[in-house]
């Protein structure tokens, strides 16, 4: 495990999740209670669930979570969410920069960093997802675009505010397969080396998150590995059944 104080378990559940789903996250929240873990746990609903699940797991274990958000706090931006939104519906998380948004609407590092001082605006703790393509890690540069990313990602306001970096290979998310251990302690080693050159002495402490394909089957090996801080869970997070032993593997 890394050095940050308390590992960070969090699920996306990306663009799925209805109202009835709130069953799902009432169930981790009761399993939590009757047994407390020793992860922090974190949900990510989309932005329609945020304020239910907020009142539903009020005092519970659970944390919740936003799934991007806008770099400007208000304004004229159809469909957009700012962070001062999900933190008004009760979100206390944001992950932003995900391959997704990057991919899908050519998100770059200039602007997830943006994004990250809106969060640290609005008094939310970002998770910054970095990863490299099957292209790139085929190429040889896996290790360089992460680092870049890292760089570019995360302005020099996250020091000493609590936060994460969420190492998800590209070509791991929702793919069912997982990099080798030495796969993936050669790139978090790389994202906490980078950390320090971006942050010095704040970024030793920060988590970084593995993600890409965590399941209950391969999570307790993945979180065994230096400088694995806790996971952050697509397709897994959307059952109590599946999430639990993936909170629990920590
Ligand atoms: C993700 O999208 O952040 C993710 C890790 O997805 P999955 O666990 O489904 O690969």
Known sequence: MTNSPRPLIAGNWKMNGL??????????AQALAAEPAAARVALCPPATLIERMSRQLAGSAVEIGGQDCRAEASGAFTG????????????RLVILGHSERRAGYGETDALVSAKVEAALRAGLEPIVCVGETLAEREAGQAVAVVAAQVAGSLPTAV?????????????????GCIPTIEQIEEVHVAV???????LGEAGKGA???????VKPANAADIMKVREVGGALVGGASLKAADFLPIVRAV
């Open 19 to 28: 109202g009835a789903s709130l069953a799902e996250a009432t169930a981790l």
């Open 192 to 198: 906490r080396a980078a950390l320090v050159a971006r």
């Open 159 to 175: 020091a000493g505010k609590p936060f994460s970096v969420a190492y998800e290979p590209v070509w791991c998310i929702g793919s």
């Open 80 to 91: 957009d969410v700012s962070a001062e939104m999900l933190a008004d519906a009760g979100a």
């Open 207 to 213: 988590a970084i998150l593995y993600g890409g394909s």
